[in-house]
């Protein structure tokens, strides 16, 4: 018995082990967060700017490939020059911009109305909607770009005959076609501000600058329990993980939309590829290992509409962690075969292996049950629940960072401190329970990612969604069906239900408030899963 309640033991304390490195290593990105009191948007011109073919023949390129290796610990390359002197006249390099759709009747109309109305010469941008779709968006978009170029507008439909690769498959198919020096890319939930365009081609005079990535935010986050618990965690990644890599020097992550590209930096990077399902997350990687960097602007948002169902949700956090251990298991080798510093190679690789963190969480929560019913065989051997105070530094790590980046950060300057506070409060131990709920879908995900199962990229419905006045009536994409993965999480509820009966009976409360909060979160889980299942035709 006691051979069995040491194994217990080891699977539970390498996996709390793992989870407690990951969150320090979050809690230095906190670190370089602070360091640089956010100055990520600082006020740029574009008399700065010059034309692609006059910076490739600057002294800075030179070299082949692309600007020298900004990650790089040292560069024979000659210095680059001094900056040009401003322009009388401001040069506008021509843009286009991307929108890669596949069945968005309800949203897509909105997105193209936002890109219209962008703050620059309409003779200096192109728009080009990649349209995979197989439904009435087909109609509405050709009719949306009828209307826009009466207005004079240079917008284009682009149909493949295909459908290959999917949304890679179409950026990659749309680029011949495509004549911007610079690519702006928004999925169809995005609502773009007017000046988007004003705020980050500017940042492009800078020659290693090969990506502009700006902040989401969300336009519907106080729909529901479900959209306030996502937009707590995406604004840690729109904060304190983007600013805190970029300040550190690390790799970061274009995140597939909202987001501008120098022409130059995809081909550097190999281009579009479709072999993964996060192939914003595999080009960043790519391009940054060929010199250029990613600028990330915290202070400048691009709206964005969250989505409302969960079996939506799940499905995109499925891609999401999916598509993370594919591209994990595809340029880990190249990240630790490249010249980069070790720190930055660290990073990265935590950067990389984020999804993971889903596989080590299951299994702390699995096994945190038997180790519970076998400490009696373990106080015997000697063993001391003390052992565990030392991982607390990961939650403590946790707590810090979500408390910076929704109750300090920019994300939300329009609350009081007040009440982003008491909302911080009451949300985040929400959040860790549905974070650990989700732990068995996402595994299952990653261990699919690893093991190279190859799945369609099934993107996330939205129905213009806007306010908690809106209401979702619409079947239309909705394509839930009851699962085993949805079956086992109301089966894991149970079981930590009878684990938190369980440190009662033995008197042992060690693990109680991380039972209940796995039984929350998997209950919860499984409630709304089922309950949304109805939604579908």
Same mark, same amino acid.
């Given at each position: 018995m006691t051979g069995l309640a040491l194994f217990v033991l080891a699977v539970y304390t390498v996996s709390l082990l793992y989870i407690t490195v990951y969150c320090l290593l979050q809690f230095n990105l906190l670190y370089h967060y602070k360091q640089s009191n956010n100055p990520t948007d600082h006020p740029v011109? &574009?008399?700065?700017?010059?034309?692609?073919?006059?910076?490739?023949?600057?002294?800075?390129?030179? =070299?082949? =490939?692309?600007?020298?290796?900004? &990650?790089?610990?040292?560069?024979?390359?000659?210095?680059?020059?001094?900056? @040009?002197?401003?322009?009388?006249?401001?040069?506008? /390099? &021509?843009?286009?911009?991307?929108?890669?759709?596949?069945?968005?009747?309800?949203?897509?109309?909105?997105?193209?109305?936002?890109?219209?109305?962008?703050?620059?010469?309409?003779?200096?941008?192109?728009?080009?909607?990649?349209?995979?779709? %197989?439904?009435?968006?087909?109609?509405?978009?050709?009719?949306?770009?009828?209307?826009?170029?009466?207005?004079? #507008?240079?917008? +284009?439909?682009?149909?493949?005959?295909?459908?290959?690769?999917?949304?890679?498959?179409?950026?990659?198919? @749309?680029? /011949?076609?495509?004549?911007?020096?610079?690519?702006?890319? #928004?999925?169809?939930?995005?609502? /773009?501000?007017?000046? #988007?365009?004003?705020?980050?081609?500017?940042?492009?005079?800078? /020659?290693?600058?090969?990506?502009?990535?700006?902040?989401?935010?969300?336009?519907?986050? +106080?729909?529901?329990?479900? %959209?306030?618990?996502?937009?707590?965690?995406?604004?840690?990644?729109? %904060?304190?993980?983007?600013?805190?890599?970029?300040?550190?020097?690390?790799?970061?992550?274009?995140?597939?939309?909202?987001?501008?590209?120098?022409?130059?930096t995809i081909e550097a990077g190999g281009g579009w590829q479709p072999d993964t399902l996060t192939e914003d997350l595999d080009l960043s990687i790519r391009s940054q290992l060929a010199g250029y960097k990613i600028h990330f602007l915290e202070n400048v948002g691009s709206p964005a509409e969250l989505p409302v169902e969960m079996n939506s949700f799940k499905s995109q956090q499925h891609r999401w962690m999916k598509g993370g251990a594919e591209t994990a298991k595809k340029m880990l080798p190249s990240v630790w075969k490249s010249d980069i510093k070790l720190g930055h190679k660290i990073h990265a690789t935590a950067h990389l292996l984020g999804s993971t963190i889903f596989l080590f969480v299951f299994?702390?929560?699995?096994?945190?049950?038997?180790?519970?019913?076998?400490?009696?065989?373990?106080?015997?051997?000697? #063993?001391?629940?003390?052992?565990f105070a030392v991982f607390l530094a990961g939650l403590l790590s946790v707590i810090g960072i979500y408390y910076t980046a929704n109750v300090q950060s920019v994300a939300n300057k329009e609350q009081s401190f007040l009440k982003s506070l008491l909302k911080f409060l009451l949300l985040f131990p929400l959040f860790l329970a549905l974070s650990m709920g989700l732990s068995l879908h996402n595994t299952v995900a990653v261990l699919q990612g690893y093991r190279g199962k190859k799945s369609p990229f099934v993107r996330t419905p939205k129905f213009n969604i806007n306010t908690i006045k809106d209401k979702l009536t619409s079947q239309k994409y909705l394509n839930g069906k009851l699962n085993l993965i949805t079956i086992g999480e109301g089966v894991l509820s149970l079981y930590f239900c009878f684990a938190v009966w369980g440190a009662f009976y033995l008197q042992n409360t060690t693990f109680v408030v991380f039972h209940a909060l796995l039984a929350l979160g998997y209950g919860a889980i499984f409630f709304f899963s089922v309950k949304h299942l109805s939604l579908a035709k």
């Amino acid at each position: 018995m006691t051979g069995l309640a040491l194994f217990v033991l080891a699977v539970y304390t390498v996996s709390l082990l793992y989870i407690t490195v990951y969150c320090l290593l979050q809690f230095n990105l906190l670190y370089h967060y602070k360091q640089s009191n956010n100055p990520t948007d600082h006020p740029v011109s &574009f008399n700065n700017l010059q034309p692609e073919e006059e910076l490739a023949a600057a002294p800075a390129l030179a =070299g082949v =490939g692309g600007p020298d290796n900004a &990650f790089k610990e040292s560069s024979s390359a000659p210095a680059a020059a001094p900056p @040009a002197e401003p322009a009388d006249v401001p040069y506008y /390099p &021509f843009v286009t911009v991307q929108l890669p759709i596949y069945n968005e009747y309800y949203v897509i109309g909105r997105l193209i109305d936002a890109v219209a109305k962008f703050n620059y010469p309409k003779d200096r941008f192109e728009i080009h909607i990649l349209d995979d779709s %197989t439904d009435e968006t087909v109609e509405l978009v050709a009719s949306k770009v009828d209307e826009y170029r009466a207005k004079g #507008f240079n917008i +284009d439909q682009i149909i493949r005959e295909k459908r290959q690769g999917f949304k890679a498959g179409a950026l990659r198919d @749309a680029m /011949p076609v495509a004549k911007g020096e610079f690519v702006a890319i #928004f999925d169809a939930d995005f609502v /773009p501000d007017p000046e #988007f365009l004003q705020r980050t081609i500017p940042h492009f005079a800078d /020659p290693e600058v090969g990506v502009v990535q700006t902040r989401w935010e969300h336009i519907n986050q +106080d729909y529901s329990i479900i %959209t306030r618990l996502q937009a707590l965690q995406l604004n840690v990644h729109f %904060t304190v993980e983007q600013v805190g890599r970029m300040n550190g020097g690390h790799l970061l992550q274009f995140n597939g939309t909202a987001g501008v590209w120098r022409r130059a930096t995809i081909e550097a990077g190999g281009g579009w590829q479709p072999d993964t399902l996060t192939e914003d997350l595999d080009l960043s990687i790519r391009s940054q290992l060929a010199g250029y960097k990613i600028h990330f602007l915290e202070n400048v948002g691009s709206p964005a509409e969250l989505p409302v169902e969960m079996n939506s949700f799940k499905s995109q956090q499925h891609r999401w962690m999916k598509g993370g251990a594919e591209t994990a298991k595809k340029m880990l080798p190249s990240v630790w075969k490249s010249d980069i510093k070790l720190g930055h190679k660290i990073h990265a690789t935590a950067h990389l292996l984020g999804s993971t963190i889903f596989l080590f969480v299951f299994l702390c929560g699995v096994f945190s049950v038997p180790l519970l019913f076998l400490f009696g065989e373990l106080v015997e051997f000697g #063993f001391s629940k003390n052992f565990f105070a030392v991982f607390l530094a990961g939650l403590l790590s946790v707590i810090g960072i979500y408390y910076t980046a929704n109750v300090q950060s920019v994300a939300n300057k329009e609350q009081s401190f007040l009440k982003s506070l008491l909302k911080f409060l009451l949300l985040f131990p929400l959040f860790l329970a549905l974070s650990m709920g989700l732990s068995l879908h996402n595994t299952v995900a990653v261990l699919q990612g690893y093991r190279g199962k190859k799945s369609p990229f099934v993107r996330t419905p939205k129905f213009n969604i806007n306010t908690i006045k809106d209401k979702l009536t619409s079947q239309k994409y909705l394509n839930g069906k009851l699962n085993l993965i949805t079956i086992g999480e109301g089966v894991l509820s149970l079981y930590f239900c009878f684990a938190v009966w369980g440190a009662f009976y033995l008197q042992n409360t060690t693990f109680v408030v991380f039972h209940a909060l796995l039984a929350l979160g998997y209950g919860a889980i499984f409630f709304f899963s089922v309950k949304h299942l109805s939604l579908a035709k």
